[in-house]
Structures are given as C-alpha cells and as structure tokens.
T-cell receptor, first 112, second 117 residues
Framework: DAKTTQPPSMDCAEGRAANLPCNHSTISGNEYVYWYRQIHSQGPQYIIHGLKNNETNEMASLIITEDRKSSTLILPHATLRDTAVYYCIVRASGGGADGLTFGKGTHLIIQP | GAVVSQHPSRVICKSGTSVKIECRSL??????MFWYRQFPKQSLMLMAT?????????EQGVEKDKFLINHASLTLSTLTVTSAHPEDSSFYIC?????????????FGSGTRLTVV
C-alpha cells in the first residue's frame, strides 16, 4: 500500500471547518483513499473513502486532487467531539485481505 | 452500519495467567478479522489476520504461540494472550472486513485495555 504523509497536529476553532491534508504521491491506480479517526481510548471509526471523485457523507467531505497525489478531509462544522487522531490510509479495495497500515495521523484539537 | 462488538473493554490480570478477548461482527459475516495492538502514544500495529476456518497469519515479530487466535465462525474471532507479562499490557483492537458502500471497509471494535500486574 502507498505511504501517506500528514501533519502531526492541527488546531481548529469550534464551529469552523477543519481541513486535514494528506499527501499520497505514490498512490497507484487501484488504490482508494480512506480516512479513519480514533478518539482517545476507543477503536478507530470509519469516516469516508474515495477513489478519484470528491465524496461527501453525513460526517465529512473528501476532496481528491486531479492527479490523486493528495487529498483533504473536511469537517464542515467542527465540534469539541471531533477532537481525535485522524488517519489517512491508501489501499487497494476489493480482493485481498490485508490489514490497515496506520501512520502517525494528525491529532486534531478543536478549541472552544 | 456495521457493528463490531469487542469484550471485555478492560481487564487486569496477574502475570503468568491467560486472557481471552472476543470480537464479534454483529450484523454482517466477516470471513476476515484483524487484531491490532496499540501502545501508549503510538499508532495501531497489525498483529495478525484471522481467517474463518483456517490458521491465522501473524505479522513479523508477533509470537503465534503467545497470541492464540481462533476464528471458528463467520462472526466470532478470539485472541488469547497466554502467560501474560507486564510488557503485554496494551490496548488490543479487532476489526472485521467487509464490502460496504461499494468498497472494502474495516469496522473496528471498541478495544480492550489489558493491564498485566
């Protein structure tokens, strides 16, 4: 699976949009971009995934650049409960059964 | 959405004893489950891949005789930490893999905090 690079930490004011960047310059054509987050002392939670089109769900939006070498996760109206470590992971979907490779992620702190 | 239940949420055991952790996929059948370990201030590290009806596959450096994995049904995988020692104290997390929303997704349990005294 391709490697990802994320800033170690970010702050965001409550109520504002949180934009979390991720670089994945070695992503290959069959690899998806997945985002998970881990709130302290809990298991990771799926947020969103995408291949090349921008995606939106009830939690977040995912913007993938045209060359697919980077992406941004957007939490449109951050709340204190969004404070967590956010992991950007690229991996091939469908066949195969490999576990996820977690990097260090971005520790997002939402400030009141 | 998919739900994975993991029990117990925390356990304290004496050095030398064994501890079993259960991971259940509640609303979907998971042919593959994964076990991770997370030490304080570190990221999750994959320990092993658990396949229903066959032997687990362990990552390099993980002792298969110490961390026994059983995946007897499509909804249940267990991890037994045998002869636990204080250095085995960690946060253990399972996940179940399935095709959801058109692509592969991994749903995680809530984790088990193991403390060996």
């Amino acid at each position: 699976d391709a490697k990802t690079t994320q800033p170690p930490s970010m702050d965001c004011a409550e109520g504002r949009a949180a934009n979390l960047p991720c670089n994945h310059s070695t992503i290959s054509g069959n690899e998806y971009v997945y985002w998970y987050r881990q709130i302290h002392s809990q298991g990771p939670q799926y947020i969103i995934h995408g291949l090349k089109n921008n995606e939106t769900n009830e939690m977040a939006s995912l913007i993938i650049t045209e060359d697919r070498k980077s992406s941004t996760l957007i939490l449109p109206h951050a709340t204190l409960r969004d404070t967590a470590v956010y992991y950007c992971i690229v991996r091939a979907s469908g066949g195969g059964a490999d576990g996820l490779t977690f990097g260090k992620g971005t520790h997002l702190i939402i400030q009141p | 959405g998919a739900v994975v239940s993991q029990h117990p949420s925390r356990v304290i055991c004496k050095s030398g004893t064994s501890v079993k952790i259960e991971c259940r996929s509640l609303d979907f059948q998971a042919t593959t489950m994964f076990w991770y370990r997370q030490f304080p201030k570190q990221s999750l590290m994959l320990m092993a891949t658990s396949n229903e009806g066959s032997k687990a596959t362990y990552e390099q450096g993980v002792e298969k005789d110490k961390f026994l994995i059983n995946h007897a049904s499509l909804t249940l995988s267990t991890l037994t930490v045998t002869s636990a020692h204080p250095e085995d104290s960690s946060f253990y997390i399972c996940s179940a893999s399935g095709i959801l929303r058109g692509a592969r997704e991994d749903t995680f349990g809530s984790g088990t905090r193991l403390t060996v005294v």
